[in-house]
């Protein structure tokens, strides 16, 4: 699990020198990371195909998180997860943004879309059929759009 933490930064020389890892480092930011995160594991040398679906969630969030993107997507990020576990992912999109990083969200739940986003495109054969604020919209209305229909220049959605 430590070296899946350091997966695209390992060669920082905080994690390696003349080509060997540091291991002694690698598994002190797994752990930091995965303190920080809530990941659970009996140890960090456990692979991370082993951790349950909402821990690999949320290791590769921690993962990511930490190389500080200025663009964040994330694709399906709570999707099997348990209601704690969606709610932290929740809390760290936010926080990403409230931090001035932009975050994609892509997702098919739409009480996802529509409690975390500050702004929904919708998206329909591979066009965008209309942009909506979630909170000047309903579901209906994002029903319509996803099924096609267009938003008129009134902002409702029609088909």
């Known amino acids: 699990m430590s070296e899946n933490m350091v997966l695209e930064t390992y060669f920082h020389p905080a994690y390696s020198k003349g080509?060997?890892?540091n291991y002694e480092a690698i598994d002190?930011?797994?752990e930091e990371l995965m303190k920080k995160f809530d990941v659970r594991t009996p140890s960090i040398y456990n692979k991370a195909r082993s951790l349950s679906g909402g821990n690999q969630q949320k290791a590769i969030i921690a993962r990511e998180i930490y190389k500080n993107p200025?663009?964040?997507i994330a694709a399906q990020p709570t999707r099997g997860l348990d209601v704690g576990a969606i709610?932290?992912?929740h809390r760290q999109l936010i926080e990403q943004r409230n931090n001035g990083k932009a975050?994609?969200?892509i997702s098919f739940e739409?009480?996802?879309i529509m409690n975390v986003s500050d702004r929904i495109a919708v998206i329909y054969e591979g066009q965008i059929v209309g942009e909506v604020m979630?909170?000047?919209t309903n579901d209906q209305e994002i029903g319509?759009?996803?099924?096609?229909s267009k938003r008129t220049e009134k902002g409702a959605a029609h088909e």
């Open 103 to 105: 975050v994609l969200l």
């Open 70 to 72: 200025n663009l964040l």
């Open 19 to 21: 080509g060997f890892l």
């Open 144 to 148: 319509l759009l996803m099924a096609g």
């Open 134 to 136: 979630p909170q000047e």
């Open 110 to 112: 739409l009480d996802e």
């Open 28 to 30: 002190r930011h797994a």
């Open 87 to 89: 709610e932290f992912v």
